[in-house]
């Protein structure tokens, strides 16, 4: 899961932007038109038009009070980031939301139903999906699981309404001025500072000197210094970096020979998971072995069934935001039994896009556990507010959503598990224990 400063996602970067970031380990624990929204099939569906059903509607200052609330997940269907995103992060909600309703989760026995609208590509889309999801379904709280809220984040303010979110768009997200808004992995901190955990990583892999590359948007410009930083505040040679490059249009041939000559032995990239498999593949042309990388937006049963990316991606070093299924812990088992049973999901790990759903979900449904016995808007807003550790069933590092600008970007939750690509599995290069990263006081690398 990034979450950047002043970022405005240009559809040329869009994709490479939003898989720059995302995704935090111990607390909690739809289908779609751009003209309008439609109801997620499972336990909690209905037709769409109430935020509540024998109950108050859920808007402005609404309550859930009821037998039935509804949320509605906005999230892109169409346009040039919708195959990040798309019908499998509607699943990945609507798995969670029926976990809830069987599970009976809800203090009141209320149960939860799930609207979705197309977010598009742009943000007047953004909005328009927003407004629809709140004026027509009366939603009690929006999901924002795409890349262009920060076309409607103002409006929704102004409606105080509940907000819960991938947090990737821009930097509304990490401010104090819009308390409806929570980020699911962690408000993050703007300035881009240096921090500890990821060089030590390096390191143990046999790591001497580091490379950075990524695309010229400021998400990937500032998450790439701010990761060069934190390996010269570690002592570690940066002799090359190119935060230049553009998005599906690079000679990697020529970055190759770059980093051959920087003697570089690990890799980071801020760029899309296709780009960055092109340039690793330049780079073994050229001889230059790697003992580590860096690459988010890896880590998701898309790659292993894509036969030449698994090809491309053997050996190759990723983040994973949240457990690795691999793990088979208590969180991954919980994920993964409910994506099966809920979504009829059977293949080891989920899909990339499942992510942004069921963790904006999962969010959503702890807001309504601490709601109070009558919920309302205010009081979600208010008692979320409130929550200090929150890891999503042990799925990701503690997010604390009393605090805005508290989270490294990049690193939700303050921390990543590493995995590597070998065979047809994502092997935890970490165990179970993530790479923890803490900010080092005093710096910036905005």
């Known amino acids: 899961m990034a979450m950047p400063t002043k970022r405005r996602l240009l559809a040329a970067a869009a994709a490479a932007t939003l898989l720059t970031g995302v995704a935090t380990a111990c607390s909690s624990s739809s289908t779609t038109a751009a003209a309008g929204s439609s109801s997620a099939g499972g336990s909690g569906t209905g037709s769409s038009g109430t935020g509540t059903t024998s109950g ?31 019908q499998e992060t509607i699943e990945g909600a609507q798995a969670r939301i029926d976990l809830a309703n069987a599970s009976h989760e809800l203090p009141n026995g209320e149960q939860v139903k799930l609207v979705s609208v197309d977010e598009g590509s742009s943000p007047q889309t953004s909005l ?9 379904d009366h939603v009690f709280t929006v999901l924002a699981a795409g ?37 699911a992995f ?22 001497t000197s580091y490379c950075g590359v990524g695309y010229n ?113 208590a969180g991954t088992k919980w ?19 499942m992510e942004w759903g069921w963790f904006t979900a999962d969010t959503a449904i702890e807001g309504l556990k601490v709601a109070g016995a009558n919920p309302t808007q205010q009081s979600f807003i208010s008692n979320l507010r409130k929550v200090t550790s929150f890891n999503h069933e042990g799925l990701t590092c503690p997010v604390d959503y009393s605090v805005f600008g508290n989270t490294n970007q990049q690193f939700p939750g303050n921390c990543t598990w590493m995995v590597k690509v070998e065979g047809s599995q994502f092997v935890s290069l970490t165990g179970t224990t993530p790479v923890k990263v803490a900010t080092i006081a005093g710096t910036s690398n905005s």
Do not use: H
């Open 128 to 136: 328009t999906g927003t407004q629809q999801l709140v004026q027509n």
């Open 147 to 183: 890349a262009f809220f920060y076309g409607a984040y103002r409006w929704a303010a102004q409606q105080n309404v509940p907000v819960v979110g991938d947090g990737i768009d821009g930097p509304e997200w990490n401010s104090s001025q819009y308390p409806n808004m929570f980020a």
């Open 56 to 86: 108050a509607a859920a808007s402005g200052s609404g309550s859930g009070q009821g037998k039935t609330i509804t949320l509605g997940i906005l999230t892109p269907l169409t346009g040039p980031v919708a195959s990040s995103f798309g």
């Open 335 to 353: 994920m993964m039994s409910a994506l099966k049973t809920y979504v009829n999901w059977t293949k080891p790990y989920p899909a990339a896009g």
């Open 217 to 329: 948007a400021p998400s990937t410009v500032g998450n790439g210094a701010a990761m060069a930083g934190s390996m010269k505040a570690a002592g570690v040679p940066v002799p090359y970096t190119n935060f230049g490059i553009a998005a599906g249009n690079a000679n990697f041939t020529s970055i190759a020979l770059a980093i051959k000559q920087a003697k570089c032995d690990v890799l980071g990239s801020q760029m899309t998971l296709g780009d960055t498999l092109n340039l690793i593949s330049a780079l073994r042309n050229a001889n230059v072995s790697l003992k580590a990388t860096f690459i988010q937006g890896g880590y998701g049963q898309d790659l292993l069934d894509q036969p030449s990316s698994l090809s491309a991606a053997q050996g190759v070093d990723m983040a994973a935001g949240f457990e690795p299924s691999s793990l088979n812990t």
């Open 186 to 207: 962690g408000s993050t901190d703007d300035s881009y500072p240096s921090y500890t955990g990821m060089p030590a990583f390096f390191k143990a892999q046999g790591g």
